[in-house]
């Protein structure tokens, strides 16, 4: 038997996390708008619409096209290696909204641990005995 305190907040952890985002196409454009993600992460988009219109989402930098039709979700499967931001959109409504791909804390961290071992003198100020 385990108490909550044991088992509360403890995540499973994944080589490649993965990250479940919904999306729903409006008259007045996404919901959500922008979706933050970390680098390397296998994001699973799943996209519907509450209008009758014939709407997408659509990321150039990816190739990706999903149709959003109302009482339909459509998935697909996507991985953002490098940081940045990507449009998504949909030409035929002229809606847009973005993705937000940042490197993870973690990962920028050890990046900078690297960066500052690899510097061949470390300048140290000492104040000077006169």
Not at 43 to 69: D, E, G, H, Q, W
Not at 87 to 101: A, H, R
């Amino acid at each position: 038997m385990y108490s909550l305190e044991e088992t509360y907040l403890q995540g499973e952890k994944f080589n490649n996390p993965k990250r479940l985002q919904s999306v729903i196409v409006t008259h007045e454009g996404f919901y959500p708008n922008v979706i933050h993600l970390f680098s390397g992460e296998t994001l699973n988009l799943f996209v519907t619409s509450t209008t009758n219109k014939p709407s997408c989402l659509t990321i150039p930098n990816k190739s990706v096209f999903l149709s959003a039709n109302k009482g339909q979700v459509s998935e697909s499967t996507i991985v953002f290696s490098t940081p940045g931001v990507y449009e998504i959109n949909c030409p035929v409504g002229g809606i847009k909204g973005k993705i937000v791909v940042q490197e993870h804390p973690l990962v920028r961290r050890e990046r900078i641990r690297r960066e500052i071992a690899s510097e061949k003198r470390v300048k140290i100020w000492r104040p000077r005995d006169e």
